[in-house]
Structure formats: C-alpha cells, structure tokens
C-alpha cells in the first residue's frame, strides 16, 4: 500500500496551481519495462506539472440528469509528469476525486471514473495542432483510454451468475478442474478497460486492434485528503500514429468523473501539453501551448457581443438558441490561442459534429456537398481587423470554469 500512496498522494491543489505552463521535462530512466503508478521512483524523480483540467461544453450529452449534475461543474487542477528510456514515454497523471466509481458490469446509470491521454500525431506545425477534442480533418491525433474497474465481478452481463464468485479455496475442484474453474471466472470477470484509438475529427475515431502499437495502462485510487487517482500510460514514443517533433510531444489529458455521470465527450479536459524528451528543442510548441494573447480582453469582449454572441453561447453571453453554434463557456481552457485565431478566420480548418441535424435541422453547423464534403455554416471572419481578431482571442481566454478549491 505504501507504494501506491507514494504515487498519488495528494498534493496542494491552490487555485494559483491553475496557472500551469502547460510544460512537462520528461525524466530519463533505465526501463519503462515494470513502472507502476506506485513505484518509488516516481515519488522520488517525477517532475510533477500542475494542469487544469475544464469540462468540456462544447456540446451537451442528451442525458438531461448527466447535464443538470455538470451546469455548474468546476475545473479540477491535476498533475503530469512523464519518464522515458529513450525508445519509451510514460505519462503520468494524478487528478483530485472524492469518490471511487468503479466499472460493475455493463449498466446505464454506473459509470466508471476514467482518463485518457492524447498524442498529436505531429507537432512539427504547432500553430495548427489537431482539435483537441478529437483530432482534426489532416492533423490525427492518437488516443489513450482507460477506465477503472473492480477486482472481481464475474457478471458482466448481469446474469446472476454466482458460481463462478466462490472464492477458490471454497470450492471443491483440484488439480485439472480447480484451472479449468479458474480460466471460466479469468473469462467472466471484468477485465481492465483499456483501449487505444486514431482518430482525424469527428466521425473517424477508429480504434487499433492490429497489435501495432504496443502499450500498456495503470490506474490507482487513494482515499487520502479527499481521494485522489493517478493514472499512466506507457507507449513508444514514436509508433505508426505519432511522433515527436524535435524530441517533443504534444498530449492533452482528460479525466471522467462517475459520480457526475461523465462518459463520452462529458469530461474535464486539459489544453495542449509540450512534453520535453532529452534533447527537446521545439520551442516553438512552447510558446503555442503556453501562449496569452495579447490583445485588450475588454474590447473582446464588445466586438465578441457584436461579431460572435447572436450564435455562441459562453459565460457572459446566451442569447443565442442552444443548438445554434458550440458553447464556448470554457473553451479559454482547452483551445491554444493560435487556434482560436484560425476558428475566427477559417472555420472550415475544424468542424465539430453539432446536435442531430434531422432533430435539429435549423441548426446544422455545417452543409455537406455531393462528395461528401463539410463547409461550416460560420463564414470566416478574415475582414476584421487584426487588432479586433487579437481582441476577440484574448477575451476568449478568459471563459473558463472557476477551479474547484
């Protein structure tokens, strides 16, 4: 038990933690071979980065008990750290959480606690890093998913099947049958949830099943000041779906709360993160991921009234229908500013999916051609002045959640 606590024993998470840089040195090692959540050397060497962790709003779940539970759900602060052995890369997460929800067979209304971590497939253009939701139409991004499970449910399917949760020293099998009874309960039983996907935008979110990406997940809950989990993922660092540019890689990291219903795209999720392998030189991701605006968020915020309001929603303004455009309540938190000057200017660089189009059809947030290809309903706004478009990125910064204390 010491161990685990070693990992993810909860540490200071003060509002001014928010303010995280958003870049992780990533700390050379022999082997990646046998790191756990609770190994020592974590404790002792990770170099631990805060991150703010936003929900994510852009568009809501259609589960209105899920939605009411999250209006008003804060930020959480979590940190990253990583390691590597040269052909390997290990992030490390660890995120506040005050209740343990764990996967107890397939059912509606239990939901595990989770997190995912998320790989840019380059970086070599960072000013056009991929959507960070999930990718984007030429920019792919790769995908880390795990979710917490229970050590010994054997009825994933609600069967009622109780004999296979005997303990092995109460049944009367030896020798042959007692493996023969061992390998039925291993096959019943809920198994760690771990998956590995690409995806290049909505729509296209396609999981690896070739044995191409060899990979591995670990997840630990301390109920220690509250609870707290850590999270890892341990993958090459470079493989068929991503590599590092200028021995730097781009990841964002993501958390599910069960208690709040979370699954899918209803998450707190991390802006863009530069991890720095040994010899990083990539500055100019640095300075993408940690970049503020600097242009009169004041202003913005008047010429956002006027250009932006009558279709986005966000924290000062909901005016607009609902289904209208993607709510931009938090999206100070997640998106870099480099992005948030391509949405304004070319809107057809990223096309989230929207709301149903036949439920909705006044809303479509884009129009579809006969070769099947997407135009954005929202006309760029490349007339406005550059002062106004800097005004309107800096304002847009601050629409993020409060974080949690």
């Not at 090692?29 to 990770?46: D, E, M, N, T």
């Not at 939701?133 to 609600?158: C, H, T, W």
């Not at 009622?160 to 049958?177: E, L, P």
């Amino acid at each position: 038990m010491k161990r685990v606590v070693g990992v993810v024993a909860a540490v200071s998470l003060a509002a001014s933690m928010a303010m995280a840089d958003n870049v992780v040195e990533a700390v050379k090692v022999k082997s990646l071979k046998s790191l756990k959540c609770g190994a020592k050397l974590v404790k002792k060497h990770a170099k631990f980065v805060p991150v703010t962790l936003y929900p994510q709003s852009t568009v809501h779940l259609n589960d209105k008990k899920a939605n009411a539970i999250n209006k008003d759900a804060k930020a959480k602060v979590a940190e990253v750290a990583a390691f590597t052995d040269g052909k390997n890369v290990a992030i490390i997460m660890r995120w506040p959480d005050k209740s343990k929800d764990v996967f107890k067979g397939y059912k509606s209304d239990i939901y595990p606690d989770g997190f995912a971590v998320q790989f840019a497939s380059s970086a070599d253009n960072p000013k056009k890093l991929p959507y960070i939701g999930m990718g984007s139409d030429g920019r792919p991004v790769e995908i880390f998913l795990r979710k917490a499970y229970g050590q010994g449910v054997y009825e994933p399917n609600g069967n009622g099947d109780v004999a296979h949760q005997v303990n092995i020293h109460n049944t009367n099998y030896f020798g042959k049958s007692l493996k023969k009874f061992e390998k039925e309960v291993k096959k019943l039983g809920v198994s760690p949830y771990e998956r590995a996907f690409v995806s290049e935008g909505f729509r296209s979110m396609t999981e690896i099943k070739d044995g191409s990406v060899k990979y591995r997940t670990d997840m630990h809950y301390v109920n220690k000041k509250g609870g707290m989990w850590g999270g890892m993922v341990v993958k090459p660092i470079k493989d068929a779906y991503s590599k590092p540019s200028k021995n730097e890689l781009a990841i964002a990291v993501a958390a599910w709360d069960g208690k709040e219903l979370q699954r899918d795209g209803l998450k707190r999720l991390s802006s863009w993160i530069a991890v720095k392998l040994p010899g990083a030189s990539n500055k100019a991701l640095e300075a993408v991921v940690t970049e503020k605006a600097k242009g009169d968020a004041a202003n913005g915020k008047k010429q956002f009234e006027t250009n932006c309001a009558s279709c986005h929603n966000n924290r000062d303004f909901h005016n607009a229908p609902t289904f209208m455009a993607p709510d931009l309540s938090n999206v100070g938190g997640q998106a870099t500013a480099a992005y948030l000057r391509e949405s304004i200017l070319n809107p057809n660089a990223v096309i989230v999916p929207g709301y149903n189009r036949n439920s909705h059809p006044n809303f479509a947030w884009y129009t579809v051609d006969d070769k099947g290809n997407r135009t954005s309903t929202m006309p760029p706004f490349n007339y406005l002045d550059k002062k106004v478009v800097e005004d309107i990125v800096a304002y847009l910064q601050t629409q993020k959640a409060e974080v949690a204390k």
